[in-house]
């Protein structure tokens, strides 16, 4: 009797979990059998299955630009503030001065404001500054926006390391740069590793700030994904979003092997 | 036992320390000397000029208690930290400017700061790789070095996967790899159990006598001290107060401090009452005592006495001739301290009465009873208040 009143209570939970999962996943459901239904238009495979929106997206040359344009801000901003970030990051962790947990929420405001906002900002900063370059522009914005998951999960992997082996291997023959290179590089890594994760995760999907600054030269993909959106109703959007989203499947399940999850939420 | 001495001897040949440049005609300037010492953190002096120095091949302790400036003291006479006035001498050069890569001195950190991210091997080559040796020649001297710290084999061990005594032993083994001028300890005992921590001293005390190193040792641990040492620098609040070799801090100690420090013994508060030559007469709140010591009447002191040179008046070591200080206490406890017993006497204020005796004596005593005491003039301690 007891035993079966806990096995049904095992099933309940079951179930309960099965359809939280569904309920929160069920718009990438939607558009994974969007992306595979023959018809011509954004809809539910009523007719049958096709893979050739897949096709199509490889085709269209609308969408390889873009891309490519993604991909590079995403690459190189993500490069410069994994740069900046760890010796923003190193600073921060090593003093102790007035003012320093200001500007440690000034960094990581970024992650908290809404894109409108540092969106609109931006576009005037830069105008002042001069810079007319769209590519530049986009690029600064995007070390903006991804400065702070850099400096955010490097500040959670510092605070756990200990700077007496910078002192040791100082003292075992290697000057301070060296020092801090040959021992803090390889403790970080995995806090690097999920660092670059998430940072190039947050450039690549960026669309607020994009729509600010970029302009109809530097077109970036989310940002042609809705201009394609307003011409064309084929499910072609639903096949990038699936290739995007296995893209970061992938790339997530490579860094959990590489890192651990734990590492990889809390840094 | 006979085997680890043969292996100590058969690497020492490679742990020479380097022959030393000694241009200059210095021959008599100490090893290491450190002059003057200063160093402020914030308005607060942590270092208040210190001067050391520590002849080539001596075994130094710096003692003394938590946040006296130990570490910061090792710090700065290993480059690691700068100080705001005083110099640094090694070898009659003034390296006061040099940083740490290039001193060339071995240090054993308080927590071993050992790199969690490299094997045994790789972190006692680590230094190696530093100073660029023949890289065909380390795996040979790795080998050597885990040999000399009794962990031949350990070599591809993670860090992690060693106790706490063999990560020190890895430490060890680390600093010492580079051949260093000098060797820094701190601590480092301070996370292994007691039994083990006093296995290690007379290990790690042999080893480096074997390789001639010069070592500095930092401890907050009397006996350790005790145990270790040539000579012991006790330190108190960034000062050194007494600097001598074991003996001496332990029977005469220069400040009041070191004397408390080093070991449980009786003090009594006491006035100078009157003063003949350097013979004392002094007023305690059990009696008058003599001491030798050079004071003006009416000064207020502290008399101390080692609680083994106090006896039992009468006994055998109470012998005639001698020039004896006898008070009457009012015994209250004995504490059961292996071979030895400690007495405590009833005591006013913060003054301690504590004397030292056999166990096989024990019979003798009852607690709360009148028991006559003495003890040597010449072993009355005064100390300025
Ligand atoms: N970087 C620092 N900033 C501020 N104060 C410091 C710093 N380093 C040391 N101190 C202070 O200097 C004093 C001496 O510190 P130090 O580490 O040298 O003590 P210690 O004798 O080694 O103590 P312990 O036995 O606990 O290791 C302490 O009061 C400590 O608070
Ligand atoms: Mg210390």
Redesign the interface.
Known sequence: MKRNLTLLKAFARGLWLTLALLIVNAPLIIVLLVSLSSSPIFDLPREGLSLRWYAKVFQLDSIAGPLLTSLQLALSATAVSLVLGTACALGLSRSRFPGRDLLVTGVLSPMMLPGVVIGIALLFYLRALGITNSFLSLFIAHVVITLPYIVRITLAGLSLF?F??V??????????VK?VIK?LV??LAPSFVSAAVFAFLASFDNYAIALFVGDIYTVTLPIQIINYLSVSTDPVVAAIAVILLFGTLVSLLITERLVGLQRLAGG | MLDTVAKLQGVSSIMQPQPIDRAGGQTSEAFLKLEGITRRIEQQTILDDVSLSVEEGQFISLLGPSGCGKTTLL?VA???APCDSGTVRLAGMDITGV???K?????V???Y?????LSVAENVA??LK??RRDRAAIPSIVAECLAMVQLAGFGDRRISSLSGGQQQRVAVA??LA?RPKLVLLDEPFSALDRQLREVMQIELRRLLRSVNMTVIFVTHDQDEALVMSDRIAVMNRGRIEDYSDPASIYSRPKSLFAFDFVGLSTRMAARVVAADGDMLTLDTKYGSVRAKGRFYPGTSVIVGVRPESIGPAGDKSDAAGEDRNRLKLWLTDIVFQGSKRHLHFAAQESDRLVAEVNSAAINMFEPDSELSVSWRVQDTLVFPT
Request: glycine residues 10%; aromatic residues 10%; charged residues 15%.
């Open positions: 200990d007496a082996l002192d040791a291997a100082r003292t075992l023959g290697y000057p301070p020092a021992v390889p403790n | 710090r290993s480059g690691l940083p740490a890569h001193r060339n001195m071995g240090v950190f308080q927590n700061a050992l790199f969690p991210h680590f230094g530093a100073q680390r600093a580079v």
